[in-house]
């Protein structure tokens, strides 16, 4: 069964307090992690695609890793409108279309 | 540029009661799926759709029904709705298996 952890659960930094959150996965052939963020009552935004181990994608103060076991997106000098819950998905080889999240990480940006 | 639209976006029921949420999008995607949302939990999919008149199971089906009568349209129907159908239901959309795009979300209450 494919399963996704994510930590920390919340995480809370100083405008331009740079860090990382983790997404730990076990899936029977990765076709491809997601990375999405979330705001209070909306639904998930799209932010990410990595398909293969050693990719990297980036945008804006955004960046994510990916490697056989992990991926993580790196926040770099953070701002207080970076706050929301990043979540992460990933999408087994020959799965169909099925993602399965993680629970997130909220993540609160203070000035 | 509308993308998936979820209505209604709130919505208060009583134990046994019916109700249908309608979800559409305007992207002329293939896909189509349903996913519920609860704390601490990360999202998890009810059903979905690969086109126009088919719905296949996703991991939590019990308890609902979908149709897919029109490209644009995916209905998830609740026949008898009870309190563990509390949540905030997602509709999102994808053009193969792909991006999944969501919709804002319904907040749903059994009471």
């Known amino acids: 069964e494919d399963q996704v952890t994510q930590s920390p659960e919340a995480l809370r930094l100083q405008e331009g307090e740079s860090s990382s959150l983790n997404c730990s996965y076990t899936?029977?052939?990765?076709?491809?992690l997601f990375w999405y963020r979330q705001d209070p009552g909306k639904g998930p935004e799209f932010l990410f695609t990595?398909?293969?181990a050693g990719e990297e994608k980036e945008k804006e103060r955004l960046k994510a890793t990916l490697t056989k076991k992990e991926s993580f997106l790196h926040i770099t000098a953070p701002k207080p409108e970076d706050s929301a819950t990043y979540l992460c998905?990933?999408?087994?080889?020959?799965?169909?279309?099925?993602?399965?999240f993680g629970t997130g990480t909220q993540l609160k940006v203070e000035l | 540029n509308a993308g998936v639209t979820q209505t209604p976006k709130f919505r208060v029921l009583k134990t046994g009661q019916s109700m249908t949420l309608l979800c559409a999008q305007d992207m002329n995607h293939e896909y189509m799926y349903w996913y519920r949302q609860d704390p601490g939990m990360g999202l998890r999919l009810i059903h979905y759709s690969v086109g126009e008149g088919t719905t296949a199971k996703g991991e939590v089906p019990d308890g609902y029904n979908v149709s897919r009568l029109k490209k644009q349209n995916f209905l998830l129907g609740l026949e008898s709705a009870a309190p563990s159908q509390t949540s905030v239901y997602f509709c999102a959309s994808s053009y193969g298996q792909n991006i999944q795009y969501f919709g804002a979300g319904t907040r749903l209450s059994v009471l």
């Open positions: 998905a990933v999408q087994a080889r020959g799965g169909g279309n099925k993602l399965t």
């Open positions: 899936v029977s052939g990765l076709r491809g």
């Open positions: 990595l398909y293969s």
